[in-house]
């Protein structure tokens, strides 16, 4: 197995825990905690954070390395890889930074309202909105990826 390979199956199995994981918490356990009892999904997003942004960082090593593996800037840029490249490195880190407004600051103003007795709705709301929006970017990523890939 080759380098370059490996590095791309760990972007991939990075992109795939990090989003699949976002799918779940958003179209699965969301709408159960906004019909009932938001603890289990507070408690899941707590738990996984540690998987999450393991997957991120893979995500975002790998993805520089990948681009290492592109060719010279010169043959990238007369590819048109190199725009749609710039696209996509812009979208990750907006994509980054809404998942960690998500996990660093929204989620524990969920657990705060959990254990204070506080209303709930707002920051569910907070993050769902954020979850759809990040989801949404992933596949803009994922579309400009397999450009990259092919250009």
Known sequence: MSVRLLVLWVHLVGAVVWIGGLVYQTHVLMPAARRGDPRPFAEA?????????TAVALVVLSGFYNVTQLGSLERVMQTGAGLLLAAKLGLVIVAVA????????????????????????APLRAVGRLDRVVLLLALAIIYLGLAVSRA
């Open 98 to 121: 809404l998942a960690a407004q998500r996990d660093f600051a929204q989620v524990p103003i969920l657990d705060a309202a959990l254990r204070g007795g506080g209303d709930t709705a």
């Open 45 to 53: 997003a707590r738990r996984a954070r540690p998987a999450t942004w």
